[in-house]
């Protein structure tokens, strides 16, 4: 009787952690005789990989045992690669399928685009290759398309990474930690020249426009931050402010990251001005 | 004096929270696979390890509930009653 046979990829933006699942997955499998088969590059290893060709085989699929993956915990990244490839979204037919003919991709009203959608190739390809069980690690688009496979009925299962912490339905996604860990110990390490040159210290984050990155980097450092989620006329005046605002000693320490359109500035309390500026007021809102 | 941390917040090792969560999640998930189930990600919900359904693409990113956590009017995070939430402070909905 053949092995069971299980696939796993990673997608989208790599963070400190992947590589944990993937051992525990395939040290669990190694236990009770299932195939794990990585498929390096995200989705792109089920839309791209060509498998006639011996060479496109070797740049997309992995198989994984215990002595492959002994080490990779030890190590950030990811060792399957990754990549932003969304097979119901794609702009640009793989070369070994040009002239193949595949439906356009609908959009959130049910609307046909210009991008096609392949998910008939990555059904075709998950056959052929034996896989049954398809773990899809990613954010929220690789998971989107994950759970558009699952509607098609591929048996999949999704574990949410991203830095931002930005997936609905888990309040934690893999990376977070880390790097809020990064963000902070970056900010403190500055702290000194900031205070030594009586600066103003600007960072730029990740964060998308979720905001959870800036808010949690400064509720943990004990900075003032300022959230935005657009190049808004009013984050450009925050911002404005807060450059302007100085600690009696002449220093201060401001943070401004921005990540497509998402905006924070941090400055430590004591450097801001009062009276500060007030906005509409919220009845939640509350004062220290 | 301007720094661009953007890279190196997703670079390097893991730290510790990121291998406890990266290793249940991954041993969740295992787990589901065995149980034949399907269309389901490993998640953290009120603070407790569970499976729940892969969220609708159409949702888009989960954004921070800015009334609960920031103050508008003090360009801060809220530091008050935090009693009783889960581990990382916001529940899922």
Known sequence: MAKKRIGILTGGGDVPGLNSVIKTVTYRSSEDNIEVMGLRRGWEALTHVNLDDAESRRRYLMPLDRENTRTIDRRGGTVLHSSRTNPAKMQKLPEHLAGKDFPLAKNRKGVPGNALDLSKQVMANLSTLGIEHLIAIGGDDTLGYAAKLSELGVK????????????HNTEYCIGFSTAITRASDAIQRQRTTVASHERIGIFRVFGRDAGFTALYTAYTTSIRSVCSSRRSAQTQATMRWLCSAREPSGRAIKCASTARRTHMAIARRRALPTPLPRRSSSALERKR | MTSDLTYDLRSGDPDFVDKLVGLTFGN??????????????????????????????????????????YNTERYRPMYANKRGLPVFLQRVS
């Open chain 2, 28 to 69: 969740m998930a295992y787990d589901a696979m065995l149980d034949g189930k399907t269309g389901l990600m490993s998640a953290l919900v009120d603070g407790r390890y569970d499976l729940v359904p892969i969220p609708d693409p159409a949702l888009g990113p989960r954004k921070l509930d800015v009334a609960t956590m």
């Open chain 1, 156 to 167: 999949v299962i999704a574990i949410p990474k991203t830095m931002d912490n930005d997936v």
